[in-house]
């Protein structure tokens, strides 16, 4: 028996990278996972790996959750499809950053759009049908650059985007409490996902620089942050409410 067994978790962008990792380590650990992306093939792609792994998994793709009305087509599609849900993992996002002076305001908007309007219409999406199942866990992802400032690269909107995500998850947290929702974030640090490989692997990047400011010596992986969340959205942590875990290998304790 998991650590999930008996529970119905919603995880938002399983179509790669930390989503795929999530609901990998969801179903594994006894959750029946419904996932969802932009792409529908790399949805597909997820299920049958979950599915080969032993796990239970449905997916709705493609969808924008980037809207009230595809956050709420998804919620719905899984609600139809399973009965409720007792958690919900928003780990979906996209993002734009470049040199503040040159930043267009499309990235800006882009970003915040992707990085806090889909946590919230999700939620929001959500939110009734916790308190019907009698209350829940919201995991929501932050990000070191919330809290700090990143010299090796610019990164005014998605700072902005999960500082924002950071504070409503504080709210939500106080807005869960008469119904036994739960509400945390985790705060990943340099995560190897598509996204940043090619970052990551540039010669003349700052991957050296990074893994030696980072205590553990290394940038994370996908499952260490899946791991993690696994942990906050089980019963194990039902006194764990409102905290923003960094998940960074200690960079983000680390001064200068």
Do not use: Q
């Not at 996932?35 to 796990?55: F, H, M, P, Q, Y």
């Not at 994370?220 to 899946?226: H, L, N, S, T």
């Amino acid at each position: 028996m998991g650590r999930l067994a008996g529970k119905i978790a919603f995880i938002s962008g399983t179509g790669a990278g930390i989503g795929r990792a999530a609901a990998l380590v969801f179903a594994a650990e006894g959750a029946t996972v419904f996932g969802c992306d932009i792409d529908e093939r790399s949805a597909a792609e997820t299920v049958e790996l979950v599915e080969k792994a032993g796990g239970v998994m449905r997916s709705f793709a493609p969808v924008d959750l980037s809207t009230e009305e595809g956050a709420r087509e998804w919620v719905e599609a899984g609600i139809a499809a399973l009965g409720g849900l007792d958690i919900l993992y928003n780990n979906a996002s996209a993002l734009r950053n470049g040199p503040f002076e040159t930043l267009s305001a499309e990235d800006w908007y882009f970003t915040i759009r992707n990085e806090l309007d889909i946590p919230y219409f999700c939620t929001r999406a959500a939110w009734p049908h916790l308190i019907a199942r009698g209350g829940g866990a919201v995991l929501n992802v932050a990000s070191v650059a919330a809290v700090r400032g990143a010299p090796f690269m610019p990164m005014v909107p998605h700072g902005a985007a999960k500082g924002g995500v950071l504070a409503m998850s504080k709210h939500l947290c106080a807005a869960g409490a008469p119904h036994r929702i739960r509400v945390n974030t985790v705060a990943p640090g340099m995560i190897r996902t598509a996204a940043t490989a090619s970052f990551l692997d540039d010669p003349d990047g700052p991957r050296e620089h990074l893994e030696a400011r980072i205590p553990v010596g290394r940038v994370g992986e996908p499952e260490d942050i899946a791991r993690v969340a696994a942990f906050l959205c089980s019963d194990e942590a039902a006194f764990v409410n409102g905290a923003n875990l960094m998940v960074d290998g200690g960079d983000s304790a680390m001064a200068g």
